[in-house]
């Protein structure tokens, strides 16, 4: 069956997600996520166009852009084509990044807007990156702490534009838009045509997989044995208790359950670099041995590679 043609409207804003090929993880590390906030201050800059919110997940990333000289679709393909080239040089892999086709919305009016900025911008709170709205506003991956003036803003986003729906006032729409968050983060977030998010699923090259439930089994298992609560497994929780129990799932979960460094990465909320280290870290711990684990890989009802 033919695909719709995308409707081309260079005036007025679009809501764009691009997402990881049977959504996989897209982001591996700080690295990544830069190089793909550098590439999109070249190109939207130079083409005129203004970005009013924007948002990097584990698999996927939104942008809400008002295109300029250039038409969205060539935008887009010049984006995630030098994106994908350097992301798959970097990790060693081949083949496609991303879904073949971005999807997009019309945003309809000002009030549209309004809301895709707090839909957005809530994306981090929502998936569990970030643990409140607070931390949000220090979060350097999306654009709601430029906003607030609380991080330095990415040169590609239209932070003044923006701010205008909030008032007129910097003070006033400051203390608006934090209203707006919190107002939306209170009801639940609301549906977004586009798609709903989902976890991130599988390494970079590998099949996609659902979370694994023995996870959750073991990440149980080690803060008994540690004797941590689950809310210390969080990388700015740096207690040598908190840090033990994070080497000890970084090993468990990569040679034991054999997931990938990227799938514990986005579990336990680090870089696969901080993974990769803690693995051996976990590996030399007198008491790793005792921690049985059943590999994944012998689960009737694991699906198979490909």
């Known amino acids: 069956m033919p695909r719709k043609a995308r409707v081309v409207a260079p005036d007025l804003a679009h809501h764009v997600m691009v997402r990881g090929i049977e959504r996989r993880i897209i982001f591996c590390d700080d690295v990544d996520r830069r190089d793909l906030l550098d590439r999109l201050a070249r190109i939207l800059c130079g083409s005129g166009a203004r970005c009013y919110a924007w948002a990097l997940m584990p698999n996927h990333f939104h942008l809400v852009l008002q295109p300029g000289n250039v038409p969205l679709s060539r935008l887009m393909a010049r984006i995630n084509t030098g994106y994908a080239r350097c992301f798959n040089e970097r990790h060693e892999r081949a083949g496609h990044l991303c879904q073949d086709r971005f999807k997009s919305r019309i945003v309809e009016d000002a009030t549209d807007l309004a809301g895709l900025v707090r839909y957005v911008h809530l994306n981090p709170l929502a ?11 220090r979060y350097p991956w999306c654009g709601y702490g430029g906003l607030l003036g609380r991080i ?130 976990g590996g030399a711990l007198p008491d790793c041995e005792g921690i049985e684990v059943r590999s994944l890989h012998d689960d009737p009802d694991r699906p198979p590679r490909a």
């Open 127 to 137: 998936g569990g990156i970030v643990r409140s709205l607070g931390a949000l506003e």
């Open 152 to 281: 330095a803003a990415e040169p590609f986003h239209s932070v003044a534009d923006t701010m205008m729906l909030f008032g007129e006032v910097k003070e006033d729409s400051h203390g608006r838009l934090r209203e707006w968050m919190e107002d939306g983060w209170s009801r639940g977030l609301p549906p977004e045509s586009l798609e709903p998010d989902e976890p991130a699923r599988g390494e970079p090259g590998e099949a996609a997989r659902p979370r694994p439930a023995r996870w959750e089994s073991v990440v149980d298992t080690v803060c008994e044995h540690v004797g941590v609560t689950r809310a210390s497994l969080r990388p700015e929780v740096r207690t040598p208790p908190a840090s033990r129990a994070r080497a000890l799932l970084a090993h468990l979960g990569v040679q034991r359950l054999g997931l990938g460094v990227c799938e514990v990465a986005a579990l336990l909320g680090m870089s696969a670099g901080a993974v990769s280290r803690a693995v051996a870290r």
